[in-house]
């Protein structure tokens, strides 16, 4: 008889951070399975057994099998799992978020609802990506003006590094391989880093819908902070690519993401980028107590109450509740 539906959910501080952890894992041709805690991967070489707590995402690329008992123990220890064509990366669902905080979530919601702040970290995302430029004072329509002409720079410029003819942005959405060598870096390379936020989006419990730059999408918070990396790492990362050869461009592309991705300390440096975002006041430093499991109740004036009791009045009602935790 299976034990599993009677093994105690893990902790946050349980499970390895968002940071520390691989960026991703990529498999193809083969069924993965549970062991204990661990996911393995069978094929004809071999059984490979891996942690799942440290896996960021796991790719699952063509004659990937998965079983129900390993998408169990992926979704608990809070990876992100995709699967990927060889077309491109592709992000179809991810796992239960790494807190247990609502902080960052809420903060996100406000920041969003109201139109000056969502402006404001618009243009903080802005200067994020462009530290030499003070966007103070612009509005949303010259945010994307300037955002299109500094990208346009990185392309010339990564074009004249390399000695890759640039002629421009060529994606045909479904259809990889209709661009050239470079396009097709680009594209793998960008669509890679939407699967990456969106694993850390997802482990910190932030919702991927509520974009600050990007909007009407289910992903724009994704696509918002995926954007904060692309003219430091994706587009120059594609551009060397291409210079290399035009062979296997996907795959290349891929390996040497997760290198860079590796180097740079990119997934908590995301971490850090996104609280800073959302929580100004505090900065990166700032704590969210991702490790309490503790649920408050709403009360009036922007207070919160204690739970697991009854607020009716009286006393038998109140011991009745005041021992009860909510747990999951």
Same mark, same amino acid.
């Given at each position: 008889?299976?034990?599993?539906?009677?093994?105690?959910?893990?902790?946050?501080?349980?499970?390895?951070?968002?940071?520390?952890?691989?960026?991703?894992?990529?498999?193809?041709?083969?069924?993965?399975?549970?062991?204990?805690?661990?996911?393995?991967?069978?094929?004809?070489?071999?059984?490979?057994?891996?942690?799942?707590?440290?896996?960021?995402?796991?790719?699952?690329?063509?004659?990937?099998? $998965? @079983?129900?008992? /390993?998408?169990?123990?992926? *979704?608990? #220890?809070? %990876?992100? &799992?995709?699967?990927? =064509?060889?077309?491109?990366?592709?992000?179809?669902?991810?796992?239960?978020?790494?807190?247990?905080?609502?902080?960052?979530?809420?903060?996100?919601?406000?920041?969003?609802?109201?139109?000056?702040?969502?402006?404001?970290?618009?243009?903080?995302?802005?200067?994020?990506?462009?530290?030499?430029?003070?966007?103070?004072?612009?509005?949303?329509?010259?945010?994307?003006?300037?955002?299109?002409?500094?990208?346009?720079?990185?392309?010339?410029?990564?074009?004249?590094?390399?000695?890759?003819?640039?002629?421009?942005?060529?994606?045909?959405?479904?259809?990889?391989?209709?661009?050239?060598?470079?396009?097709?870096? $680009? @594209?793998?390379? /960008?669509?890679?880093?939407? *699967?990456? #936020?969106? %694993?850390? &989006?997802?482990?910190? =419990?932030?919702?991927?819908?509520?974009?600050?730059?990007?909007?009407?999408?289910?992903?724009?918070?994704?696509?918002?902070?995926?954007?904060?990396?692309?003219?430091?790492?994706?587009?120059?990362?594609?551009?060397?690519?291409?210079?290399?050869?035009?062979?296997?461009?996907?795959?290349?592309?891929?390996?040497?993401?997760?290198?860079?991705?590796?180097?740079?300390?990119?997934?908590?440096?995301?971490?850090?980028?996104?609280?800073?975002?959302?929580?100004?006041?505090?900065?990166?430093?700032?704590?969210?107590?991702?490790?309490?499991?503790?649920?408050?109740?709403?009360?009036?004036?922007?207070?919160?109450?204690?739970?697991?009791?009854?607020?009716?009045?009286?006393?038998?009602?109140?011991?009745?509740?005041?021992?009860?935790?909510?747990?999951?």
């Amino acid at each position: 008889m299976t034990t599993i539906s009677r093994r105690a959910a893990l902790t946050p501080r349980q499970l390895t951070r968002t940071g520390e952890r691989l960026s991703f894992i990529y498999l193809e041709r083969c069924t993965v399975h549970r062991d204990a805690n661990a996911i393995t991967a069978e094929d004809a070489d071999g059984t490979t057994h891996i942690p799942s707590a440290t896996i960021g995402t796991l790719l699952l690329g063509p004659g990937t099998r $998965i @079983t129900h008992q /390993a998408m169990s123990v992926l *979704g608990e #220890t809070g %990876a992100a &799992v995709c699967w990927v =064509g060889e077309q491109g990366v592709r992000y179809y669902a991810g796992g239960r978020a790494l807190t247990r905080s609502s902080a960052l979530a809420e903060a996100q919601a406000v920041q969003w609802a109201n139109t000056r702040s969502r402006l404001a970290v618009a243009r903080a995302m802005y200067r994020l990506r462009f530290p030499d430029e003070d966007p103070a004072g612009l509005t949303r329509q010259e945010l994307l003006g300037r955002e299109g002409s500094r990208l346009k720079d990185c392309y010339r410029a990564q074009s004249a590094r390399t000695g890759v003819p640039w002629r421009g942005r060529r994606y045909t959405p479904g259809d990889f391989s209709s661009g050239d060598a470079v396009n097709q870096a $680009i @594209t793998a390379a /960008a669509q890679c880093t939407y *699967g990456i #936020t969106h %694993a850390v &989006v997802a482990s910190l =419990g932030c919702s991927p819908a509520l974009g600050f730059v990007h909007s009407g999408h289910e992903l724009s918070f994704v696509l918002d902070i995926a954007d904060l990396y692309k003219t430091e790492i994706g587009i120059p990362l594609a551009f060397d690519i291409a210079a290399d050869n035009d062979e296997d461009i996907g795959p290349r592309t891929r390996r040497a993401l997760r290198d860079r991705i590796n180097e740079t300390s990119l997934l908590n440096r995301c971490v850090n980028d996104i609280k800073r975002l959302l929580l100004p006041d505090t900065g990166q430093a700032g704590t969210t107590n991702d490790d309490h499991d503790v649920v408050s109740l709403q009360s009036d004036g922007g207070h919160t109450v204690a739970s697991g009791r009854n607020y009716g009045g009286g006393t038998d009602d109140h011991d009745a509740y005041a021992d009860v935790e909510h747990t999951w």
